[in-house]
């Protein structure tokens, strides 16, 4: 029911008509990147059961996601979210730095998807509420260290990639049951072939190639990039 009353800030961030597309695509996406860490995608991830609960994992980060945005980290569904993610991570074996690394990945992906299709860039006041959603979110993980500036974020992420990103066998599966399953779980069943394209065409190519992913052809790049200008006008 509407009662005519705003939606929070950050709601209204992530579900605003112009800025829906560089979230959820940028989210996918940034899932995506850190199946580049070969370490990650084994700490996260599993060995027998990589194949298995991948849908299940990517629905679960999803709902998450969204109870905190929507509702709020004081919300009953907020604070739900965040007991589920504390849990989920309690027995993986992995360091702060690379806690870190996936909650840039959350900042930094739509921001790179955005900028690459020449999207409305954020103001100041929309970009201090990113920072600060996921610097709460990193709080609220203990995880020491967060950066409190985009620039922090951007040499932070580079700085790790440049040490940490590898091609794996199991990475490169993953990514590519990741672009395949991704879009099932909140898009129709009649978009769910475009943005699976549009992902591959909009994905970092320095990330695509590593992971050894196809992309659509030239001309098909090209018109779905025409497609994006228009749509993201």
């Known amino acids: 029911m509407n ?43 599993g060995h027998s059961q990589l194949v298995a609960q991948t849908h299940a994992r990517l ?28 849990q989920a991570h309690r027995h993986v074996v992995a360091a702060p730095e690379d806690y870190a690394y996936v909650l840039s990945v959350f900042v930094l992906e739509p921001l790179r998807w955005n900028e690459a299709v020449g999207g409305p860039v954020l103001s100041s006041d929309e970009l201090s509420l990113l920072l600060g959603f996921w610097r709460r979110v990193g709080e609220a993980m ?21 040490e940490r990103w590898r091609y794996t ?15 099932t779980l909140s898009l129709p069943w009649g978009t769910r072939s475009l943005f699976r394209q549009l992902m ?28 994006l200008r228009v749509a993201l006008r």
């Open 200 to 227: 591959r065409v909009t994905m970092d190519p320095a990330l695509r190639e590593l992971l050894k992913l196809s992309s659509p052809s030239g001309l098909a790049s090209g018109a779905m990039r025409s497609w």
């Open 59 to 86: 629905a679960r980060t999803r709902q998450t996601l969204r109870d905190l945005i929507w509702h709020g980290f004081e919300s009953p569904e907020g604070e739900a979210a965040l007991a589920r993610l504390q």
């Open 169 to 183: 066998d199991e990475g490169r599966r993953l990514a590519s049951m990741c672009l395949n399953e991704v879009v």
């Open 3 to 45: 009662l005519g009353v705003d939606p929070p800030p950050l709601r209204a961030l992530y579900f605003a008509p112009r800025r829906r597309m560089m979230f959820r695509i940028g989210t996918y996406l940034a899932l995506v990147r850190t199946m580049a860490v070969g370490d990650l995608v084994k700490a996260f991830y």
């Open 142 to 162: 203990a995880i020491p260290g967060i950066p409190a500036t985009l620039p922090g974020w951007r040499a932070f992420q580079s700085g790790y990639e440049r």
